[in-house]
């Protein structure tokens, strides 16, 4: 069954995809936050978009065969396919993005180009998960492929966002159970291998993702370092469930040690360096890969310490537990206004490498690979898919120590109530209904339905937010890109503006049209009742243009003079003719089958 629809969205709110794997990974990697200006940046830097504007330049606009692929969030839509293209024309249109030493390298938008590329056409899908069988198609099974270190990136952020189920990875991207373990027991260990290198090399050019040469160690050097060989193997045990090599109790100290000494040996190094960076061609095969290891002489004491790890032997009780952060959860969920959060309540325990209690106080907190020595985490204004806090210390004995808890912070879906339901914000009808168009709007529903007191002590605040939810979505249906100007500013002297554009939109509604037999119709009310499951008759009689008007009248008596002026009655009516009023909004933004 279909579940996308094609859609021409303006520019300005097509937003590039900041979990997409080939940002996600860099800024994982590089410490940064990411963000529309951090990504612009780093497909300046990485992606040709320079080449790709000339282009769009050159050739008037986008290729037609080639549509944008995205969701929407909110207000706006988010880029799940062609952040190239999308980069490329918001810089063409829009000179202030270009970081200062691009500017020079970026020609000027031609005449006729702007208009082309200002709105764009896009297959929308309802929300990222939705999206994901094709993403995989495209970038892993398809034509263009992620490199390897996105590609464990993507799998991975899947695996912790799903909670570590992997059938529910495998239902959502269509790929084989196999395939994604491998490639996230690659990327877990990597990730072991470089968080030992950030406390001495964080700033080291060769850190940066876009500089790892990341097949070598996972797919050649790996096996044989965690296998069972009896010269050269740490034989570590698998975890199946965390998709995750362990170290064995009371090994961590050398274990670590020869992680980071691979890392000095496969990311450190330079090619020119002496000794150089170990490459793919001289670790090709199992016994290449276990002379270099005895030979002792491309990474100088890895064997000893393999020797060493050997013969230490595993703490079944006590003595050496190892570092740890334990976290009360790996990820969680917040909806947007929230209170700010304490983050160090969502960490259990903190213990040192002797197995002894540490303050969680004395921990490093980052967000988004930020200082934040409040260790809160504001409250959030706006839906964010991933906030990542990292917790930290440093062990005396095994380094550097961390554990990462991941943030969504969620548009809650605010759903108007049925006939069922009690309270505010209802419709005659057997089907609750959700509004997606604005999150302005969805807050002041909500933060409306939560006064305390309700209705009676609460009339002015009342009055302000409803006239607030006609003015806003009035203001939206305005700036969508179906709106085809048939709201005609009054120009009576004293007449309210909001009025009028409300009737105008009732009327719009409400008015029928001829067919081609001849007999009238009412194609935008038919559309609405069979999307929203109102009674048709229902519907019909509720929408009088006289009566919105009206109602917004009276809101504004209350608002702008006092709540005294209004009975309690007259506030429910307002609150009637809102919630009409939010949902026709909604569909004719979003309704596909309604034409303006």
Not at 162 to 173: A, F, L, R, S
Not at 282 to 303: C, H, M, P, V
Not at 474 to 489: G, R
Request: one cysteine or more; proline letters at 3%.
């Amino acid at each position: 069954m279909k579940n996308y629809k094609y859609e021409d969205i303006k520019i300005e709110d097509l937003m590039l995809d900041e979990q997409n794997p080939r940002f996600a990974s860099s800024a994982l990697l590089n410490g940064k936050k990411t963000d529309q200006t951090v990504i612009i940046q780093h497909l300046l830097e990485n992606a040709d978009i320079i080449q790709l504007s000339e282009r769009i330049n050159k050739l008037g606009g986008l290729h037609g065969s080639e549509l944008i692929t995205c969701f929407k969030q909110g207000d706006k839509y988010i880029v799940l396919e062609g952040n190239r293209r999308i980069c490329a024309c918001k810089i063409l249109l829009n000179r202030d993005l270009i970081p200062e030493k691009f500017k020079n390298k970026i020609h000027f938008l031609d005449n006729g180009v702007k208009k082309n590329i200002s709105i764009i056409s896009a297959v929308v899908y309802p929300d990222r998960e939705s999206v994901q069988t094709y993403l995989s198609d495209r970038h892993i099974t398809g034509v263009k492929k992620w490199s390897a270190l996105e590609k464990g990136n993507y799998y991975y952020d899947l695996f912790i966002q799903y909670k570590k189920d992997i059938d529910y990875v495998v239902e959502k991207t269509g790929d084989k159970e196999n395939e994604i373990k491998k490639s996230i027991k690659k990327f877990q260990f990597f990730i072991d291998v470089y968080e030992r290198l950030l406390a001495q090399y964080r700033d080291n050019e060769n850190l940066k993702a876009e500089n790892i040469d990341y097949l070598p160690l996972v797919n050649r050097f790996m096996d044989i370092i965690v296998g069972n060989d009896p010269e050269v193997g740490l034989n570590l045990p698998f975890d199946d469930v965390a998709v995750r090599y362990q170290c064995p109790k009371g090994k961590e100290k050398t274990f670590y040690s020869i992680l980071k000494l691979i890392g000095e040996a496969f990311f450190i190094r330079n090619i020119g360096d002496e000794p150089s960076k170990i490459i793919s061609s001289e670790i090709s095969g199992t016994e290449r890969q276990k002379k270099l290891i005895i030979e002792d002489i491309r990474i100088n004491g890895l064997y000893a310490l393999i020797q060493q790890f050997k013969s230490t032997k595993e703490t079944i009780s006590e003595p050496l537990k190892g570092a740890k952060i334990l976290l009360s959860a790996e990820s969680i969920k917040i909806p947007i206004n929230s209170d700010q959060v304490e983050l160090l309540n969502y960490v259990l325990e903190v213990s040192n490498s002797d197995g002894q209690l540490v303050d969680k106080n004395q921990l490093s907190v980052k967000i988004d690979g930020n200082d934040c020595s409040t260790k809160i985490l504001p409250s959030q204004a706006s839906v964010r898919n991933i906030i990542e806090v990292v917790f930290s210390f440093t062990d005396a004995k095994s380094d550097y120590t961390s554990k990462a808890l991941y943030i969504n912070v969620f548009q809650p879906e605010l759903p108007i109530g049925t006939i069922f339901n009690k309270g505010l914000f209802r419709l005659p009808t057997k089907e609750t209904y959700t509004l997606t168009y604005s999150d302005t709007v969805n807050n002041l529903i909500a933060q409306l339905k939560k006064l305390d007191g309700g209705i009676e002590k609460n009339k002015d605040i009342f009055a302000c937010c409803l006239r607030a939810l006609f003015e806003v979505s009035v203001d939206a249906l305005k700036k969508s890109i179906k709106y085809n100007n048939f709201i005609v500013e009054s120009k009576k002297q004293g007449e309210d503006k909001l009025s009028s554009s409300t009737y105008q939109i009732i009327e719009k509604v409400i008015t029928p049209v001829i067919d081609k037999k001849g007999k009238q119709i009412f194609p935008i009310l038919t559309a609405i009742q069979q999307n929203t499951a109102i009674d048709y008759n229902s519907l019909k009689n509720k929408l009088n243009p006289a009566a919105f008007k009206n109602a917004i009248a009276s809101a504004h008596l209350g608002a702008h003079k006092s709540g005294s002026y209004l009975s309690e009655k007259d506030i429910e009516d307002v609150i009637d003719k809102s919630t009409f009023f939010v949902v026709i909004i909604n569909e004719l933004i979003k309704n596909s089958a309604i034409t303006l």
